[in-house]
Nanobody, 123 residues
Framework: QVQLVESGGGLVQAGGSLRLSCAASGASFRWLSVGWCRQAPGKERQCVAAQSWRTTETYYLDSVKGRFTISRDNAKSTMYLQMNSLTPEDTATYYC????????????????WGRGTQVTVSS
């Protein structure tokens, strides 16, 4: 069983930046593909970034390409999402997720989920 705990959410003005962190425990983090997904009120959950453990290749939702960066520190069992040039459309609860398989940008790819951290971008 893998436990994931997010941190780093908050309120930021449009154009600002935030870095989300997700600490993992309960399994060897280096063998997990990881992702960040978000859900706004009344909308479906969408995955915005992912990284494969096999290839370290990264994947991004088109709307965040060039603004968001996913990264990981296997020694610290922690993954990150650096978010720049934030817009009000980025407002959502952000979840980190993990899977021992090759997860990409489908939420169904992931087995383990954190509880989420709120990101609010004001205009």
């Amino acid at each position: 069983q893998v436990q994931l705990v997010e941190s780093g959410g908050g309120l930021v003005q449009a154009g600002g930046s935030l870095r989300l962190s997700c600490a993992a425990s309960g399994a060897s983090f280096r063998w997990l593909s990881v992702g960040w997904c978000r859900q706004a009120p009344g909308k479906e959950r969408q995955c915005v970034a992912a990284q494969s453990w096999r290839t370290t290749e990264t994947y991004y939702l088109d709307s965040v390409k060039g603004r968001f960066t996913i990264s990981r520190d296997n020694a610290k069992s922690t993954m990150y999402l650096q978010m720049n040039s934030l817009t009000p459309e980025d407002t959502a609860t952000y979840y980190c997720a993990a899977t021992p398989s090759g997860g990409r940008l489908q939420s169904n790819d992931y087995t383990y989920w954190g509880r989420g951290t709120q990101v609010t971008v004001s205009s």
